[in-house]
């Protein structure tokens, strides 16, 4: 047979290629889908959440060991089991305790997977007309309006992948199975990245400041607590800065359900009339809670009021906070205690959150017989702590009284914040790592922008990215 001289050169060509090609293809369907790209947010833990699910569907030992009676979660797994890829398992399962659903004979049909897309193009220049990416985006949204991408990218896309399932039922459902699973008693406790229906709460330690010297001089922020449990947002103590910071962290005012002041101290309201304003959509609804001690409110004596009667009319709410006052943010409850301090009216406060447990807030307050009382148990007790050992200042907390707080309520775990000149000088790390030493309790001196969310444990962020946090069983 005769060949060109160059049909030689050419095949080995196209050999080549096609040896790259594969050798891409492999890598690209056997390496982790974080290899080429980064998960942004907790975008990642929802996708070891799903992978989670999947091993425990995939489990017959686990499945059969928490089968709830209900015959309606087993139709829920049957379905995140077939859009998963191992809807035979949960099949399997069924068959063996005799549960019988007609759906069982769709789940088989069906052969799903995730895998990340990659994809490349060449950038495009600026110059009028819509942009490159804009374009692409488009073209996926036609892609997919066609149902020809089969390969999903994370759990986001997951209600894309159940609406292409034929059964009605699977089209009409939502992800909720983990919660169904964990509401009839089971658990997740043998897998290797658990996941729950517990609602973490988040604590952003927006300032961390307190007194006159630091609020004039702003070597710590003093805009408060912000307080983000689900949907419910609570602003604490929103002093000088809260505004600015709020939104420097994304934080908006206009999420906020709550204002809460504990006294008319400018570090504690000065900004409780802007967020207010926020809360109540600029003025355009009247919505949210307003809950601040009576000095804030209405005066007492020669302190304040120092939230005006117009901006008590704007919320749908005005709490004033005396001890043993509760009341209700959501499914938030709230219990105002009590407190000594240069403003009689100050209270400290007591939060409960379902499933999650008790925070505890001293606000501004001397020691005194029975102040522990309120915060016995809490899961997590803030103390505002003026200044370091040994150098005790009337009306407020120093370490000291901190430390017979700490002793006599025993809390899971504790976090410092509000401090002073001198306490900024005598460094609180050094001060918590004391408390801590005495009392047992894990103790956090807050920083700046520091995070602590509670769920499963309690872990505690610093306010760069790269710092690694730290996990306390609390």
């Not at 080429?36 to 030992?61: H, N």
Request: with cysteine; net charge positive; proline share 5%.
């Amino acid at each position: 047979m005769l060949t060109l001289p160059y049909m030689h050169s050419l095949t080995l060509e196209a050999l080549t290629y096609s040896a790259l090609l594969l050798i891409q293809a492999i890598i690209a369907f056997s390496a982790p889908s974080t290899l080429f790209g980064r998960w942004r947010g907790f975008t990642y833990k929802e996708k070891l959440e799903w992978d989670s699910f999947r091993r425990f569907l995939s489990d017959m030992t686990m499945i059969k060991r928490y089968a709830p009676q209900d015959l309606s979660i087993w139709g829920d797994w049957l379905i995140y089991g077939t859009a998963l890829g191992v809807g035979d398992k949960v099949v399997e399962a069924m068959r063996s305790l005799s549960i019988p659903l007609i759906d069982a004979a769709i789940a088989q049909t069906m052969t799903t997977a995730f895998r990340p897309i990659i994809t490349a193009s060449r950038p495009t220049r600026g110059g009028g007309g819509e942009s490159g990416r804009l374009r692409r985006r488009r073209r996926l949204r036609r892609r997919r309006r066609k149902g020809k991408i089969n390969y999903m990218v994370g759990p986001k896309r997951f209600e894309l992948l159940i609406s292409r399932l034929s059964a009605e039922r699977f089209n009409q459902a939502k992800l909720r199975a983990h919660q169904l699973f964990l509401r009839r008693g089971g658990s997740y406790k043998s897998l290797t990245r658990p996941f729950s229906e517990l609602e973490p709460l988040t604590i952003w330690f927006l300032g961390t400041g307190g007194g006159r010297f630091v609020t004039v001089t702003q070597r710590r922020r003093t805009a408060g607590l912000r307080l983000v449990w689900g949907d419910v947002h609570l602003h604490i103590d929103p002093g000088p800065g809260a505004l600015v910071f709020s939104n420097w962290s994304g934080l908006s005012p206009q999420k906020l359900d709550a204002v809460v002041v504990t006294h008319c101290h400018p570090d504690h309201y000065c900004d409780a009339e802007v967020l207010i304003e926020g809360m109540t959509r600029v003025t355009t609804k009247r919505r949210g809670v307003l809950a601040a001690s009576r000095s804030v409110l209405q005066g007492v004596d020669d302190i304040g009021p120092s939230i005006s009667s117009y901006h008590q009319g704007l919320v749908e709410r005005v709490v004033v906070l005396e001890p043993d006052v509760s009341f209700e943010v959501g499914d938030v409850g709230i219990e105002a205690l009590r407190a000594m301090h240069s403003d009689p009216a100050t209270v400290g406060l007591r939060l409960d959150f379902p499933d999650v447990g008790s925070i505890g807030y001293t606000s501004d307050t001397a020691y005194f017989e029975g102040v522990s009382e309120g915060y016995r148990g809490v899961r997590l007790l803030i103390l505002c702590t003026m200044r370091p050992r040994g150098a005790p200042l009337p009306l407020h907390l120093s370490v000291d009284e901190a430390l017979r707080i700490m002793e006599e309520a025993r809390p899971r775990c504790a976090v410092l914040t509000h401090f002073g000149m001198r306490m900024l000088n005598a460094g609180p790390e050094a001060e918590a790592q004391y408390l801590e030493a005495e009392t047992g309790i894990p103790t956090v001196a807050a920083r700046d922008g520091m995070r602590v969310t509670l769920g499963e444990v309690v872990e505690v962020r610093g306010p760069r990215k790269r710092e690694e946090p730290r996990i306390i069983e609390a």
